[in-house]
T-cell receptor
């Protein structure tokens, strides 16, 4: 079946612009995660949803970052007033339910803020 | 919070040789340790994982070992092939909703 998909794959934004990144998890997956991966680094946790509930947003770096999953399926990560340090790959992952199950990652959105 | 350290950061091996990547974690409550392979322009892909109730797991050419007492775990790839070239990440989780903490990654190059 289809894996996790993300769009756009690449995004160039001018500093100060708002951006919205979309994640389509694997159908039926309850858990959804967002990670930020800086160049040459491992992914770092941003936020977690169980269905439509955002249960952990401790990794969001500032109040400019906002995520939602209103119907418990598709999720959007929004970054307001982008800054150069926001440049990174944003990865989405989903898993079947809470517990020790595999996280399946999407290809990521590469964001470049000029 | 959890801290995962990984080394080496780069590793070059001749095709057919073995490759070993080592990681340590800080939080003794962590009980799930996945390993991911990331190819250029792609998201991480799980290649093997191990839970804290076992000390070793093997899947064809890939094996992982876990030492809970020392809080370290390792990935072993035998008979390496050029298609094994990628960045490998170790990670640790305390289960529950599975917030995963990743290491910095090891860039593996297999030389034909």
């Amino acid at each position: 079946g289809a894996g996790v998909s993300q769009s756009p794959r690449y995004k160039v934004a001018k500093r100060g612009q708002d951006v919205a990144l979309r994640c389509d998890p694997i159908s039926g997956h309850v858990s959804l995660f967002w990670y930020q991966q800086a160049l040459g680094q491992g992914p770092e946790f941003l936020t977690y949803f169980q269905n439509e509930a955002q249960l952990d947003k401790s990794g969001l770096p500032s109040d400019r970052f906002f995520a939602e999953r209103p119907e418990g399926s598709v999720s959007t990560l929004k970054i307001q007033r982008t800054q150069q340090e926001d440049s990174a790959v944003y990865l989405c992952a989903s898993s079947t339910h809470e517990g020790q199950e595999t996280q399946y990652f999407g290809p990521g959105t590469r964001l470049l803020v000029l | 919070g959890e801290n995962v350290e990984q080394h080496p950061s780069t590793l070059s091996v001749q095709e057919g040789d073995s490759a070993v990547i080592k990681c340590t974690y800080s939080d003794s409550a962590s009980n799930y340790f996945p390993w991911y392979k990331q190819e250029l322009g792609k998201g991480p892909q799980l290649i093997i994982d191990i839970r804290s109730n076992v000390g070793e797991k093997k899947d064809q050419r890939i094996a992982v070992t876990l030492n809970k007492t020392a809080k370290h775990f390792s990935l072993h790839i035998t008979e390496t092939q050029p298609e094994d070239s990628a960045v490998y990440f170790c990670a640790a989780s305390k289960g529950g909703y599975q917030k995963v903490t990743f290491g910095i990654g090891t860039k593996l190059q297999v030389i034909p």
